[in-house]
């Protein structure tokens, strides 16, 4: 008797679990365990909310619902295959892996299986060249964007003139961590500044000596390239050796709640990099609220709504919508595949129109995609916390990166990778 | 009844040490071999492959190598995962270098380099035994993965310190690369942990397995009764190294395409590895299969069961699939120290004189 009942639940678990094959199916693969969870949970809630939104409030996209399939990699690559190739057969339009590592190896897979991928701000940046990289996306900015811009900030901050100044780079040792390195070389060579590298061995808990030589040798500014656990101890690290606050600048990943909170009043002053805006202050939270958190159809517990990681979640899921939108015009069909929802990420553009309907005006740049171009404008602003309100605030407008600098790099890379792997030109 | 040796006879000494010397046995190992090399092909798809079947023949070759060096000749080992990497940073070098040369003899030599390296880590084994050489291969562990991250030549100077296997074919079927089959995968998998078990088996059983063997039992005696106890340690060294060397070449060429050293060959690949020949067996090919087997397909299996059956959320599912894979190991050991090989000795035992015990 028991055994029945058991077995009917399991029966009645499947049919709800399967999703039906008319969907829009976006695989999130996520994780919600091990030593990234409090970075992984808020993201993956954030990109699953506003899917539920839309299926409540419009009835999906287009008239098709939408049908997000959650599968937990732990941030370990193996996992990610696992998760990749059990979600690819479900009809799978779009990935959003949220690891530099599972993007790597998805690269090459994605482009054999025909599914698109979007890394927004992570990733292999040179995958900006569509040319090359055709089923990878990773605008609106990716990592050698923000170390442009950081560096731009801190030559405003001085007057254009950061000659003989010296900066330290603190970085996650792995590929993600690595990225902006060439970057940082090619900017300190035009700008005369000294760059400093202090890599972390993951998970980054233990940081002691990378800040006593901090400490030791005074660098006028801190560059951070952190992930997971490694930002709060960096940050409490930082304030424990009283390095002024406002010289010490994250990456996008080294800017959540998460990273700050825990040193207290000592991290007042952290600046991080940005390219979405972080807090509920726009339209389309009060139907989040409505129709998702207060119907109980959120996927966490609802207390990270407009946390800087869920809106970043959230912002993946917007693009990813407006995608499908593109595409379906651009076809006529309102139930796109991934080869259709790769021509919408393609021919994407968002605009303050755009982004007002949508009830997110003022809150991501305005970029347009092309074949060329997957990479966008690689547009990022500085926010600063504040501990007293425990509050993220702008401290400036959108700064353009230097792209003479990082031009010729993404051409270079790419070049390199087209060669090892005998690819052909893409566009025309 | 079924299962004895009964009529078997043996006409000649070779019949007579073979190493499945029942009939019935020989006959399961040989439909075993047909299943998998004609059978499985028939019906593999990207997720049996990728998920399931190429991890499992991956870490059964690492399992093996251990097995040699820590089951056979008795030396401790926590550098597996080191020593994956640079058949891994081998085997991407040899690709990028020598584009014609077949994947096969790629893979090959990088267990051979892999096996030049192994045998220098191994030399402290001669002065040191027990835990304090765990600790001397442990730091063959850490100073290997530090090496594949600080020098930009092993991984050709890109951006991210990433590597990435290129497109490379066998008999005309690409078996690495992103468009590579899940059949050519496998197969070339299969081919190689064929070949290598069976090289191992016959070691073991030969005059080199007998020498590492007198050395684990008791390094004194073996001295005396006239093992060479340099070359026997460093042996094992080698071929223990080969084996993981191949391992790790075909984990990041076949199985993943695109590695980065700290978080694909770290220490808990090490444990890993030293947990599945606990588990399976120390000292036996059987449980470097069976070792492998447990702890690549019983996380897939729950996570199948957990999320794919009953719906529960990933999360709780991929924490209790991590409560219940502890529990099944404590549990295998409390009931079996020997691992699990051990059971399946008892169990043949047992159907021998079934059914009458006594």
């Known amino acids: 008797m028991k055994f029945n009942k058991l077995a009917a639940i399991a029966v009645a678990a499947v049919t709800a679990a399967s999703p039906v ?408 | 009844m079924l299962y004895r040796e009964a009529g078997d006879f043996k006409k000649s000494y070779a019949e007579d040490s073979q190493t499945f010397p029942l009939k019935l046995d020989r006959w399961g190992y040989y439909v075993l071999l047909a299943v998998a090399f004609l059978g499985v092909p028939l019906v593999i798809n990207d997720y049996w492959a990728s998920a399931v079947l190429i991890p499992f023949l991956i870490w059964t070759i690492a399992a093996l190598g251990l097995n040699i060096l820590t089951g056979y000749c008795g030396q401790l080992s926590l550098g597996s995962g080191g020593f994956m990497a640079v058949g891994a940073y081998a085997s991407y070098k040899l690709m990028t270098s020598f584009p014609d040369l077949n994947i096969m003899i790629i893979v090959l030599i990088s267990g051979a380099i892999t096996a030049a390296v192994g045998v220098v880590f191994g030399l402290p084994s001669l002065r040191i035994k027990g835990f304090y050489l765990a600790v001397a291969t442990l730091a063959a562990q850490f100073f290997l993965v530090w090496l594949f991250n600080k020098v930009e030549w092993f991984y050709n100077y890109s951006a991210s310190g990433q590597i990435s296997a290129p497109k490379r074919e066998m008999f005309g079927f690409e078996v690495t690369g992103p468009s590579a089959t899940a059949e050519a995968k496998y197969l070339f998998c299969l081919v190689l942990v064929v070949l290598l078990a069976w090289v191992a088996r016959n070691l073991t059983r030969g005059r080199i ?45 076949v199985y993943l395409g695109a590695v980065e050293v700290g978080e694909a060959f770290g220490i808990q690949k090490s444990f890993l590895v030293l947990f599945m020949i606990i588990i399976g067996g120390l000292g036996s090919i059987l449980g470097s299969f069976i070792g492998a087997a447990f702890l690549v397909l019983l996380p897939v299996l729950l996570k199948n069961i957990m999320v794919g059956w009953l719906g529960w959320p990933i999360d709780l599912a991929a924490h209790i699939e991590l409560v219940s894979i502890g529990f099944i190991i404590m549990l295998t050991l409390v009931l079996e120290p020997h691992g699990m090989a051990q059971l399946w000795r008892v169990t043949k035992q047992k159907l021998r004189l079934w059914p009458f015990p006594h």
Not at chain 1, 413 to 422: K, L, T, V
Request: glycine fraction near 10%; include cysteine.
């Open chain 1, 21 to 428: 094959l008319a969907d829009l199916v976006f695989p999130s693969l996520s994780y919600r365990t091990g030593p990234y969870a409090a970075n992984g949970i808020p993201f993956a809630d954030g990109f699953a909310d506003y899917f539920t939104l839309l299926n409540e409030r419009d009835g999906g996209i287009g008239g098709v619902m939408t049908t997000v399939i959650e599968c937990e990699t732990g941030y370990s690559t193996e996992k990610g295959v696992e998760c990749y190739e059990a979600t690819k057969g479900e009809g799978a339009l779009m990935y959003q892996p949220l690891s530099t590592g599972i993007t790597y190896q998805l690269i090459p897979k994605t482009a054999a299986d025909g599914i698109p991928m979007l890394t927004s701000g992570y990733g292999r940046t040179s995958a900006a060249n569509g040319d090359v990289f055709s089923h990878t996306f990773n605008f609106p900015a990716n990592y050698w964007n923000g170390a442009s811009i950081a560096v731009s900030h801190i030559l405003d901050l001085n007057d254009g003139n950061i000659e003989d100044k010296t900066i330290a780079l603190v970085y996650h040792n792995s590929a993600y961590g690595k990225e902006p390195i060439r970057t940082l070389e090619a900017l300190a060579e035009k700008h005369g500044f000294n760059l400093t590298l202090l890599p972390v061995d993951a998970p980054g808990q233990e940081q002691k000596s990378q800040w006593l030589q901090i400490r030791r040798e005074r660098p006028d500014y801190v560059l951070m390239w952190g992930w997971g656990v490694m930002n709060p101890v960096a940050i409490q690290e930082a304030a424990n050796i009283r390095y002024p606050m406002e010289n010490f600048i994250g990456i996008w990943w080294s800017g959540s709640e998460n990273d700050v909170a825990p040193s207290g009043d000592g991290a007042h002053g952290y600046k991080a990099l940005a390219f979405h805006a972080a807090g509920r202050d726009f339209p389309l939270f009060d139907d989040l609220q409505e129709l998702v958190i207060d119907a109980g159809l959120a996927a966490g517990d609802g207390e990270h709504v407009g946390t800087v990681l869920y809106n970043r979640g959230m912002y993946g899921a917007v693009m990813a919508a407006e995608a499908v939108k593109v595409a379906q015009e651009m076809h006529g069909v309102a139930q796109i595949n991934a080869s259709m929802m790769r021509d919408g990420l393609e021919n994407l553009v968002i605009s303050d129109e755009i982004m007002a309907a949508i009830g997110l005006q003022g809150f991501g740049p305005n970029f347009e995609v092309s074949c060329e171009n997957h990479g966008g404008p690689g547009l990022g602003r500085i926010q600063q916390w504040d501990a007293s309100t425990e509050s993220w605030s702008m401290i400036t407008d959108f700064i353009e990166p230097d792209m003479d600098i990082i031009q010729p790099l993404i051409d270079a890379d790419s070049a390199a990778y087209a060669a090892e792997n005998g690819i052909e030109s893409q566009c025309n």
């Open chain 2, 209 to 253: 397995g007998r020498s590492w063997m007198a050395i684990r039992d008791m390094d004194i005696a073996a001295e005396i009764i006239g093992v060479n106890p340099l070359k026997t340690k460093l042996t094992a060294f080698a071929i223990s190294s080969f084996f993981i060397g191949v391992a790790g070449a075909l984990f990041f060429a």
